[in-house]
């Protein structure tokens, strides 16, 4: 099965691509290798939510807006390359704006993990950082890059 018939089986639609907020593109292909620019949970246009992890916004809800993300990742990469064209996941790094004592990130970004093993199955286990930073762009809770391996 196709990664965009899993997506409709799953009934998730991709997302318009995310416009950059500043100097850069959403993605990039270098030979087999597609590399995403940090993804917000934009939903819309409109970033869905601002605040800190485990003050201002609850971790189930930051997990939430990490799936977000991955999906407005998957958007850049089918704008460049198509989505069927991916033929493994490589890596997550995951951005959590955290509360002082907050150490959950690596739950939160099971959001984005767990929905690119929806799409992908085995093709979607990926090599993984979860990181807590004090600020993200824009106020953001979450914010992430993907690395996928496309064919030729």
């Given at each position: 099965m196709s990664h965009t018939a899993r997506l409709a089986?799953?009934?998730?639609?991709?997302?318009?691509?995310?416009?950059?907020?500043?100097a850069y593109v959403p993605a990039v292909r270098s030979g087999q290798w597609v590399y995403t620019s940090g993804q917000?949970?934009?939903?819309?246009?409109?970033?869905?939510?601002?605040?800190?992890?485990?003050?201002?916004?609850?971790p189930e809800e930051a997990?939430?807006?990490?799936?977000?993300?991955a999906l407005?990742?998957?958007?850049?990469v089918d704008a460049l390359v198509g989505l069927d064209s991916v033929v493994r996941v490589v890596k997550l790094v995951g951005f959590v704006?955290?509360?002082?004592?907050?150490?959950?990130?690596?739950?939160?970004?099971?959001?984005?993990?767990?929905?690119l093993g929806e799409v992908f199955g085995?093709?979607?286990?990926?090599?993984?950082?979860?990181?807590?930073?004090?600020e993200l762009p824009l106020g953001a809770p979450v914010e992430l890059e993907l690395v996928v391996e496309i064919g030729e």
């Open positions: 089986e799953l009934g998730v639609e991709l997302p318009e691509v995310a416009a950059p907020v500043a917000l949970p934009f939903v819309a246009g409109s970033l869905a939510a601002t605040g800190k992890v485990g003050a201002d916004v609850s997990k939430a807006h990490a799936r977000t993300c407005n990742a998957l958007a850049a704006a955290s509360a002082e004592g907050f150490t959950g990130q690596p739950a939160v970004i099971n959001g984005a993990s767990e929905l085995e093709a979607g286990r990926h090599a993984r950082s979860a990181v807590g930073v004090a």
